[in-house]
């Protein structure tokens, strides 16, 4: 059974989730550097998070919960598709840290289900951390332009570009460019699986 989802912050341009990360992390008697080795990130990293001047990945987001104890739900509202149709008027659709990053899942969850989709839209003068996890991702763009960091390889990706990797390969991506970008994402890494949350 998940929690409720944490009421965030939230101000004119979005919701700010450095609050509430650092709220569970101080009620769970956990320090920075603790925390930062359990998500896999750098402990400036997660203090940039924490006071809301970083804005982190759903992954990396879902890693840093799992960190503090509670499912990725206890900071983001969970969408919960009931149907295997998403109609793009009334689709479910989240944003995280300032609408830097806007989603909208187009997946459903059933049995046995293994991908996990989304159309992102992604703000300009975003870039992300370079991460590793395990699973394979697909991203094609379907307006604007985006940067991937592959193994250290800058690849420029423009509407109608694709690329498929392998998760354990390091990679992130940024958008340098004056406009938002929009694209497909599909992964083996379902962040929003359901998981029991440790009470601290």
Not at 124 to 134: D, I, Q, T
């Amino acid at each position: 059974m998940h929690p409720p989802a944490a009421t965030l912050a939230q101000d004119a341009d979005g919701p700010l989730i450095g609050g509430p990360i650092r709220a569970r992390r101080q009620k769970a008697e956990m320090t920075l550097q603790a925390v930062a080795e359990a998500a896999a990130i750098s402990p400036g990293y997660l203090s940039l998070i924490e006071r809301d001047k970083a804005v982190p990945t759903l992954t990396t987001l879902d890693r840093i919960a799992r960190a503090l104890g509670v499912g990725l739900d206890h900071f983001v509202g969970r969408p919960q598709p009931t149907d295997c149709l998403t109609r793009g008027a009334t689709r479910q659709r989240f944003t995280v840290g300032n609408d830097q990053l806007g989603y909208e899942r187009v997946s459903a969850q059933f049995p046995g289900a293994e991908l996990s989709s989304y159309v992102l839209t992604v703000a300009p003068g975003y870039a992300s951390e370079v991460v590793v996890h395990a699973g394979e991702e697909h991203v094609y763009v379907l307006d604007g332009a985006l940067v991937l960091t592959l193994e250290g390889e800058r690849l420029r990706l423009a509407r109608g570009d694709s690329v498929h990797y392998s998760s354990g390969r390091p990679h992130g991506w940024a958008n340098p460019h004056g406009a938002p970008a929009r694209v497909l994402w599909t992964g083996t890494h379902d962040i929003f699986a359901p998981r029991t949350a440790v009470e601290g």
